[in-house]
């Protein structure tokens, strides 16, 4: 928690130190809000969700708050597709706490599972939040009091309390603090981690007509709010990809009339120029103990997967045939990389042993398979797919190599995958603008993420930051 | 008496002035080298006068070899903006070998390239939005090395060429109809 607490307040300050820097200069690599905001549309998947009530936590301040938890607590749990938050009409009463609560009320309206909460103002600016998540069910059965064997006595007990917490925050902590909240309630509910308090990195591409600056380079909160340029440019940005301590981009610039890897500090917005060999320099990617980092290059003749040691800036060649081999991503454990190959003819998915650098076709279904990514689990593929011509977003199952397609969107690229694998975002094509979207590991649940200016592609989903 | 004496003194002058003359009246040697003197006045000055003459018809043919240069410059310039205006070639979708359609057009640049060899140039290679960013990038690549494939098959030094792939990142077109795809697999060849 303190980590991210000092992570939380860094960002805005040195963002404004640095905006304030950035006057009268060139927009060249300087922090600056984008404009293109994103906001989440909801296109599928909410009847398989369940009903949780997020009440409005209880304020007794004559000031406005900065930000509604609740809806933010609400949005957050009602984009992993797996919740959904009732309505204000819907709900019977609008408890702070578990002692105000009517479960009868709440039971018959056919939800169990209240989160309720309340903020006081405490000195110098700070807030004390208090939030409870109750499960209406065991409450109705234990009427709110259970009886527990603690030391061998028997106690009254509040089991139907899932979780009970309170903190005190800043004022500008109020969002963070909601994602906080919704990770602590997802993972209470669910088993697996939240991945509220995460970022993505995209590339969005302003038009080249007007802009003299139309590639640039974003981050945002997962859910498309507080976004932050960090690179403006005349030529082409692509492929960013987070550092596993969420600290760096890796990504690949034009600006040199050629592409060059560079990997930047996203606090600082200093970078470094990595590569700048003849030919192709692409798809960088961090190992999973970011010591290292794989690419493409295209020195030797032809696109070929290559690992370079970041401390000594040792390059080891991975694949050596020439066929295109590209799209490299490692395995969870660092050991082997999958990638995509047309050795076979048509783009197909390939794995390569670090140790033993044999590489096998792992994809067979479909015309091609490309852009592969693996759920941090390491019990899925997730692929770009083309079947009869269509690009669509597609699952594989590591062991069975069973595959599904989950996506129905138009010529979908670049999936990435959120840190606890409830999620992939990936760029697609809609109403002939290119948009980020959301769609769950199981299919079901799909948004979309439209964009107010510009093309967004790219997307790399961020590592957990807590 | 006086008279007399003028008379002889006069005499005396007059019979000095012949001995001297007689003394010191040309020999053959100095007849020779008068001659020769004046062979060279009139030499140096025929080789003045060639010289100015030659120095004349080289500035002349210097004139003449500056206009030639001057006038193949522009010819070269105009053939230039000739193929600057024929840079691109289209490819198929997933494809990177030159259809038979381009090769005229890149014949045009490959003999420029061998008549200039000081002339650089960069390949773009460009795909359309299907397949994946990186990918295309890889194509991309491929289509302009097939390019400078020709090129150099045609005698242009690969010092001349830079390929460089811009993948799905620069449309000509924007959009996915199949002019606005077929528009964006190209190879566009960039004078430097």
Redesign the interface.
């Known amino acids: 928690m303190s980590t991210m607490k000092r992570l939380v307040r860094v960002v805005p300050t040195k963002l404004m130190l640095l905006m304030l820097c950035a006057i009268g200069l060139a927009a060249h690599s300087q922090w600056a809000k984008a404009q293109s905001n994103l906001r989440i549309v909801i296109t599928e998947g909410m009847n398989n969700a369940r009903p949780i009530a997020v009440v409005p936590f209880k304020w007794d301040g004559a000031s406005i708050l900065p930000e509604s938890l609740a809806d933010v607590i609400g949005n957050n749990l009602q984009r992993s597709g797996k919740f959904s938050p009732v309505s204000l009409s819907n709900m019977p009463q609008f408890p702070s706490s578990d002692t105000e609560m009517d479960y009868s009320a709440w039971a018959q309206k056919g939800i169990d599972t209240v989160l309720t909460g309340s903020i006081s103002a405490v000195q110098n600016g700070q807030y004390l939040v208090k939030f409870e998540l109750i499960d209406v069910l065991r409450a109705q059965l234990t009427g709110g009091e259970s009886k527990t064997l603690i030391d061998g006595n028997l106690v009254m007990a509040k089991d139907h309390i899932i979780v009970s917490r309170e903190k005190i925050i800043l004022a500008e902590d109020f969002r963070q603090y909601a994602h906080i909240i919704s990770d602590i309630a997802y993972e209470a509910l669910t088993g697996e981690k939240g991945a509220f308090l995460t970022r993505i990195a995209y590339i969005v591409v302003r038009d080249r007509d007007t802009d003299p600056l139309p590639y640039q380079l974003v981050i945002a909160d997962y859910d498309g709010a507080n976004e932050t340029r960090l690179l403006s440019s005349p030529e082409p940005l692509m492929s960013p990809s987070w550092s596993p301590d969420g600290n760096k981009l890796a990504y690949v610039s034009f600006e040199g009339k050629r592409p060059q890897i560079f990997i930047q500090d996203i606090y600082t917005s200093q970078r470094t120029r990595i590569t700048n060999f003849p030919g192709i320099n692409s798809s960088p990617a961090f190992s999973p103990d970011g010591t290292k980092l794989v690419m493409v290059l295209s020195k030797d003749g032809n696109p070929e997967i290559y690992v370079m040691d970041l401390a000594t800036k040792e390059l080891e060649r991975i694949t050596q045939n020439r066929a295109i081999d590209t799209e490299p991503e490692w395995t969870p454990d660092g050991k082997s990389i999958v990638y995509t190959s047309e050795r076979g003819g048509r783009p197909q998915i390939y794995e390569v042993n670090l140790a033993t650098k044999r590489s096998k076709r792992i994809t067979f279904d479909g015309e091609m398979n490309l852009g592969a990514a693996i759920t941090p689990d390491n019990k899925h593929l997730i692929v770009v797919n083309r079947t009869q011509g269509d690009y669509h977003i597609a699952r594989q199952d590591r062991e069975t190599g069973d595959m599904l397609v989950l996506t129905k969107t138009f010529l979908d690229e670049s999936p990435s995958i959120a840190p606890n694998g409830s999620m992939i975002i990936y760029s697609t094509l809609h109403e002939g603008q290119q948009v980020l979207s959301l769609v769950s590991l199981d299919g079901r649940f799909k948004a979309l993420l439209p964009a107010t200016d510009g093309q967004v592609k790219s997307p790399s989903w961020s590592p957990f930051l807590l | 008496m006086f008279t007399n004496n003028k008379f002889r003194i006069a005499l005396v002058a007059l019979a000095a002035t012949s001995l001297m003359a007689c003394s010191s009246g040309p020999s053959e040697e100095e007849i020779l080298a008068e001659a020769n003197r004046q062979a060279a006045v009139e030499q140096a000055e025929a080789e003045k006068s060639r010289m100015e003459r030659e120095t004349a018809t080289v500035a002349r043919a210097e004139a003449a070899r500056a206009d030639e240069m001057t006038r193949l410059r522009a010819a070269a310039e105009d053939q230039k903006a000739t193929l600057v205006n024929q840079n691109i070639i289209y490819f198929d979708f997933d494809v990177s070998s030159i259809k038979p359609e381009f090769i005229s057009v890149l014949k045009k640049h490959a003999d420029f390239l061998v008549a200039n060899p000081s002339q650089t140039i960069?390949i773009e290679g460009h795909g359309d939005?299907?397949?994946?960013?990186?990918?295309n990038?890889?194509?991309g690549?491929?289509r302009g090395q097939s390019i400078e494939t020709y090129f150099s098959n045609e005698g242009v030094s690969m010092s001349q060429i830079?390929?460089?792939?811009?993948?799905e990142?620069?449309p000509a077109v924007m959009?996915?109809s199949e002019y606005a795809m077929a528009q964006n697999r190209r190879g566009v060849v960039v004078y430097e």
């Not at chain 2, 939005?129 to 990918?135: A, C, D, F, I, M």
């Not at chain 2, 830079?162 to 993948?167: E, K």
């Open positions: 960069v939005q299907r397949g994946t960013p990186e990918y990038i890889a194509l690549e491929r830079t390929v460089v792939s811009y993948g990142e620069k959009g996915t």
